[in-house]
């Protein structure tokens, strides 16, 4: 197993396209999250699942972000109408639970530009 | 967002100096965790602590879980070059699974 799989590494887009980000989790973790980090900031969470069940979502969601997992392994994360806003590093972990310990692992990110 | 409050957010020292950066928050945390990012990649896991008061090392580096359980500490001893990049820990409550950050610490060291 090579770890968390993201891609693209890096996407430049015009303001109001749509962009997709794909996140490839250990193949083990059944949890998958997506997070969100700004230039000088740590990352903030934006979304999570369990399997195929997103469980919970950030108020950073906008209506214009949707997040799949269709069959409890790889995720998607798409973006409509980007803003330059919606510039950032999107990063994406998975982890398990083994008794009372608990192991994330990132991927490398996708660093999104919108120009 | 919420966010950990992280300090120092920057260090310069000398090749060879120790190095503590920490973590305080307001609200109890299950779980500390450190990480290290450098440029360009995703924050790549350093320690874990699961249990108020746990130090445990790794290598070089040694963390604490605070007794309150609302702060944590990562102490980098004899540092290298190759430490050089962005410390972040991150906390984890019963509340929800996700993992909350702090704004990080930026380690530079000079030779």
């Known amino acids: 197993d090579t770890g968390v799989s993201q891609d693209p590494r890096h996407k430049i887009t015009k303001r109001g396209q749509n962009v997709t980000f794909r996140c490839d989790p250990i193949s083990e973790h059944n949890r998958l999250y997506w997070y969100r980090q700004t230039l000088g900031q740590g990352p903030e969470f934006l979304t999570y699942?369990?399997?195929?069940?997103?469980?919970?979502k950030s108020r950073l969601l906008s209506d214009r972000f949707s997040a799949e997992r269709p069959k409890g392994s790889f995720s998607t994360l798409e973006i409509q109408r980007t803003e330059q806003g919606d510039s950032a590093m999107y990063l994406c972990?998975?982890?398990?639970?083994?008794?009372?310990?608990?192991?994330?692992?990132f991927g490398s990110g996708t660093r999104l530009t919108v120009v | 967002g919420q966010q950990l409050n992280q300090s120092p957010q920057s260090m310069f020292i000398q090749e060879g100096e120790d190095v503590s950066m920490n973590c305080t928050s307001s609200?109890?945390?299950?779980?500390w965790l450190w990480y290290k990012q450098d440029p360009g990649e995703g924050p790549v896991l350093l320690i874990a602590?699961?249990?108020?008061?746990e130090l445990t090392s790794n290598g070089r580096l040694t963390a604490q879980f605070g007794i309150t359980r609302k702060d944590s500490f990562l102490n980098i001893s004899a540092s290298i070059p190759s430490d050089v990049g962005i410390y972040f820990c991150a906390g984890r409550s019963n509340a929800g699974n996700m993992l909350t950050f702090g704004g990080g610490t930026r380690l530079m060291v000079k030779p």
């Open positions: 602590l699961y249990k108020a008061g």
């Open positions: 609200s109890i945390f299950n779980t």
């Open positions: 699942f369990q399997n195929e069940a997103q469980l919970e």
């Open positions: 972990a998975s982890s398990k639970f083994a008794g009372t310990t608990v192991s994330y692992t």
